[in-house]
T-cell receptor, first 115, second 117 residues
Framework: AQTVTQSQPEMSVQEAETVTLSCTYD???????LFWYKQPPSRQMILVIR??????QNATENRFSVNFQKAAKSFSLKISDSQLGDTAMYFC????????????FGKGTLLTVNP | DSGVTQTPKHLITATGQRVTLRCSPR?????VYWYQQSLDQGLQFLIQ???????AKGNILERFSAQQFPDLHSELNLSSLELGDSALYFC????????????????FGSGTRLTVV
């Protein structure tokens, strides 16, 4: 079974600084997708960024980028120029490719951006 | 608006009762997933439907059941409710993998907050 581990339950960062959230996963599959979701106090689940395992290039979405290390099974999220609105719980998630499979989530990292 | 609609947004009910949560997936999405998020917990996968058929089951209690209808909306039925069933219940849908692999992903509804008193 696939597992997703987020080793940092909580993190904090000053506004405008950069922070990196860690995620590791375990799978024997070669075709899969990785995601980061943000859950602000409103509790809405918002997709931040996605990475397909076959793609070598790290995904980026504006201030958000990932460091995808396939051999190490690591998928970290870097948030640059942190903003107060980035305060949220961040979940790393994994799914197999090949068909429509469930998402498996890590336990989350609570990020607080301080003014 | 994510395109996934969940109703109701809030539900307060007594122990022992039965409730039904409803989810309408994004237009064109065939797959629906149900997740439970208890207080300070991550998201636990309950069950998945794909085009009307049950596809996968997670840690779903026997008191809970679900179905997906021909119009692709889904309902999650929770019965004999206990205090511990109080949680946020999310529905998500995904585009068909083989139709749109390059944009494959999951869209979540805003959730139903269930409080059992």
């Amino acid at each position: 079974a696939q597992t997703v581990t987020q080793s940092q339950p909580e993190m904090s960062v000053q506004e405008a600084e950069t922070v990196t959230l860690s995620c590791t996963y375990d799978t024997s599959e070669s075709n899969y997708y990785l995601f980061w979701y943000k859950q602000p106090p409103s509790r809405q689940m918002i997709l931040v960024i996605r990475q397909e395992a076959y793609k070598q290039q790290n995904a980026t979405e504006n201030r958000f980028s990932v460091n995808f290390q396939k051999a190490a099974k690591s998928f970290s999220l870097k948030i640059s120029d942190s903003q107060l609105g980035d305060t949220a719980m961040y979940f790393c998630a994994f799914t197999e490719g090949g068909s429509n499979y469930k998402l498996t989530f890590g336990k989350g990292t609570l990020l607080t951006v301080n003014p | 608006d994510s395109g996934v609609t969940q109703t109701p947004k809030h539900l307060i009910t007594a122990t022992g009762q039965r409730v039904t949560l409803r989810c309408s997936p994004r237009s064109g999405d065939l797959s629906v997933y149900w997740y439970q998020q208890s207080l300070d917990q991550g998201l636990q996968f309950l069950i998945q439907y794909y085009n009307g058929e049950e596809r996968a089951k997670g840690n779903i209690l026997e008191r809970f059941s679900a179905q997906q209808f021909p119009d692709l909306h889904s309902e999650l039925n929770l019965s004999s409710l206990e205090l511990g069933d109080s949680a946020l219940y999310f529905c998500a849908s995904s585009v068909d993998y083989h139709r749109d692999r390059s944009n494959y992903g999951y869209t979540f509804g805003s959730g139903t907050r269930l409080t059992v008193v």
